[in-house]
């Protein structure tokens, strides 16, 4: 289990997170949403030790470092110029002391021309590399910062369906995603981030009320204004 206990985030005067509390369990699919700026990436990047300069707690499992069995996928992928794909997948796993395996199974499904310069990829084809890097390496918990964000139809459908297996055979992820639909189709649980809070926690039993209760409770404001123009 990883769990983040009373997490508080400032850049100088400005807090980012206040007392954030949150636990991904092993088998389960954890989505994060919340406005832009309300905090997701700044939480991912504390939990992963990105961001260090923090106060709070955040446990790894069973009391091993988060890293050796947890993967990231940043916001925006970074690739160092004049490396291949395959170079890329490789250097992930000599990083990480890991034997270099076979690309080809999972490439036949995310179809990346693996002899070209990452860096010169898509949007969308640098987000399945990244991708790519994380399933070859077969971690116990996933921490995807908008994994469907820029990927292909067929793509975001397949990446669905790829997580739902994983968590089936005992993965744990943690996703952030704007796009409702998709979160309500595969979370098992959603926490709503409000400026830094976390303002509610879903169970699955629960999503069916969830978007209404978002627009009504959380944003009426919004609503209110929306009624005087249209
Ligand atoms: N390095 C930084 N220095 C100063 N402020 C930062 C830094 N990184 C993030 N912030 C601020 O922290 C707040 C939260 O940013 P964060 O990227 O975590 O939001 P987010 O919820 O991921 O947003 P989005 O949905 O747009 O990706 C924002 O106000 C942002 O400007």
Known sequence: MLEVKNLRKAY?????????SLTLRPGTIHGLVG?????????????????????????????????????????????YPRLTGREYLEFCLQARSRDITDFAGWNRLLELPLDQYADEYSAG????????ALLVQNFDYLI??????????????????????????????????????????????????????????????????????LLNSLHRGKLAMLDSLV
């Not at 100088?12 to 954030?20: I, N, Q």
């Not at 700044?42 to 790894?60: A, I």
């Not at 470092?65 to 690739?79: A, N």
């Not at 809070?197 to 069916?208: E, I, K, M, P, T």
Request: glycine share 10%.
């Open 12 to 20: 100088g005067s400005h807090v980012v997170l206040h007392d954030v």
């Open 35 to 79: 406005a832009n700026g309300a905090g997701k990436t700044t939480l991912l990047n504390c939990l992963y030790g990105l961001e260090t300069d923090f106060s709070g707690e955040v446990h790894g499992s069973a009391g091993q470092p988060l890293r050796e069995h947890t993967g990231l996928l940043p916001y925006e992928p970074y690739f």
């Open 125 to 132: 084809m640098r987000k399945k590399l990244a991708l790519l």
């Open 144 to 213: 995807l910062d908008e994994p469907f964000n820029g990927l292909d139809l067929e793509a975001n459908l397949l990446l669905k369906e790829i997580l739902c297996r994983l968590r089936d055979r005992g993965t744990g992820i943690l996703l952030t995603s704007h796009i409702l639909g998709t979160l309500t189709e595969t979370a098992d649980e959603i926490t709503v981030l409000v400026d830094g809070l976390v303002q509610r926690h879903y169970l699955a039993a629960d999503f069916g009320t969830l978007e209404s209760d």
